[in-house]
């Protein structure tokens, strides 16, 4: 099966542009949650939806939208892009809202902002 | 607050020692406790959980993490270090506060060395 799959891999977007990012759960999972990684840090939690419904929000500008499709596959939309949002976006799957679960990860993609 | 601290940036191992990577955290409530390991240019992948019972978890690839509730560690170990095991290593903890998302340690490198 499929793992986690997230597109583009790569990009490279300059200040003000909007950019958008795209997730596809394994199959059968209807959780999806995005988080942001810094070069050096942990990730930090941005967006959970679940059903197609925001679950959980992140503390990040409303420049940071995300939604969830009937197929349970997901977009993460930032707006008005500034340097500091250059990361690598990592998106997440699981089964259910996977309060004791474990979470399914994509390999992310690096946005650089010029 | 809930939070998350891995003491060290870097852990350096010779193959076939045991290892040890450290994390702490505070929770208010019972911890839902977390590790996840994540290779060069790669997604995370979960290794091994702690939600209650056994305080010595067993997980992938021969690792384990002891919980102790009284010190607030949940530290990660494996008996005889493999290079290929040489990694970024993430302690997590579920936030009950904050519709029970994942709160990350800033991670450490561990570095087998043959």
């Known amino acids: 099966d499929a793992g986690v799959t997230q597109s583009p891999t790569h990009l490279i977007k300059t200040r003000g542009q909007h950019v958008t990012l795209r997730c596809s759960p394994i199959s059968g999972h209807k959780s999806v949650s995005w988080y942001q990684q810094v070069l050096g840090q942990g990730p930090q939690f941005i967006f959970q939806?679940?059903?197609?419904?925001?679950?959980g929000r992140g503390n990040f500008p409303d420049r940071f939208s995300a939604r969830q499709f009937p197929n349970y596959s997901s977009e993460l939309n930032v707006n008005a892009l500034l340097l500091g949002d250059s990361a690598l976006y990592l998106c997440a799957s699981s089964p259910d809202r996977a309060y004791t679960g474990e979470l399914f990860f994509g390999e992310g993609s690096r946005l650089t902002v010029l | 607050a809930q939070s998350v601290a891995q003491p060290e940036d870097q852990v350096n191992v010779a193959e076939g020692n045991p290892l040890t990577v450290k994390c702490t955290y505070s929770?208010?409530?019972?911890?839902?406790l977390f590790w996840y390991v994540q290779y060069p240019n790669r997604g995370l992948q979960f290794l091994l959980k702690?939600?209650?019972?056994d305080n010595l978890v067993k997980g992938s690839y021969g690792f384990e993490a002891e919980f102790n509730k009284s010190q607030t560690s949940f530290h990660l170990k494996k008996p005889s270090a493999l290079v290929s095991d040489s990694a970024l290593y993430f302690c997590a903890v579920r936030d009950i506060n904050s519709n029970y998302q994942l709160i990350w340690g800033a991670g450490t490198k561990l570095i087998i060395k043959p």
């Open positions: 929770v208010s409530g019972n911890p839902y």
């Open positions: 702690y939600i209650t019972g």
């Open positions: 939806y679940y059903e197609k419904e925001e679950r």
